[in-house]
């Protein structure tokens, strides 16, 4: 595909120092009261560079369908990892989204020689890395990943959305909006919302206080 090179700055500077496979790695997810976060690593083809490429937050939904098949045509390698609520309120989000998005690393079926992640640090990958902060909007690789992850979170919340249609799923997916407070308040909270998430955590503490 023709390559645009407004993002790729970090990837070929790599490419140059003579890494073949880099992986961009990104999660989608940290900031909703419900829903699971979704990890995603994507290594680019350097022979096949994706032209139009940006931070998932700056495309349309329209857009954001359209490069998740291109990358999963054209990239060497892309690999997803899914974690539940569960696990959030086990690890804390922090280290559940570092835990995410080295499993997606892990999981490709291409092993990286470089990774590049959006803003995250790994202490335990036993692969180079560049944290780069806002990394999503330099780097090709993690944008393609924050677009995978958000394609597939979205869908996630739209199966919940059928399944419990009175949380506005399909609007908010998860986040705190109005619509979806209102909701926590009257019918309370459902298996996918955080529960030591504040407006979550407040409802399951009234709760216990009426039990």
């Known amino acids: 595909m023709q390559m645009q090179n407004d993002l790729y700055e970090f990837e070929n500077y790599f490419w140059n120092k003579g890494y073949e496979s880099i992986a961009g790695v990104d999660e989608v997810g940290r900031g909703p009261l419900a829903g699971p976060l979704v990890c995603a690593a994507v290594i680019i083809d350097k022979h096949n560079k994706i032209s139009g490429l940006n931070d998932s937050k700056k495309l349309s939904p329209k857009k954001r369908e359209f490069f998740f098949d291109v990358i999963l045509q054209y990239s060497t390698a892309v690999a997803v990892s899914v974690i539940d609520e569960s696990v959030i309120e086990t690890l ?120």
């Open 92 to 211: 804390n989000i922090y280290h559940a989204s570092k835990y995410g998005m080295m499993q997606a690393v892990s999981l490709l079926s291409v092993k990286p020689d470089f990774v590049l992640s959006d803003a995250m640090k790994f202490d335990d990958l036993k692969i180079p890395y560049k944290s780069i902060i806002k990394g999503d909007q330099k780097s090709a690789s993690i944008a393609a990943a924050s677009i995978i992850a958000k394609v597939i979170r979205d869908n996630i919340m739209f199966f919940y959305h059928k399944k419990y249609p009175q949380y506005d799923f399909i609007h908010n997916v998860g986040y705190p909006t109005k619509k979806h407070l209102l909701a926590l308040k009257k019918y309370g909270i459902i298996p996918i919302h955080r529960k030591n998430y504040a407006p979550v955590k407040k409802i399951v503490e009234n709760e216990k206080y009426y039990t």
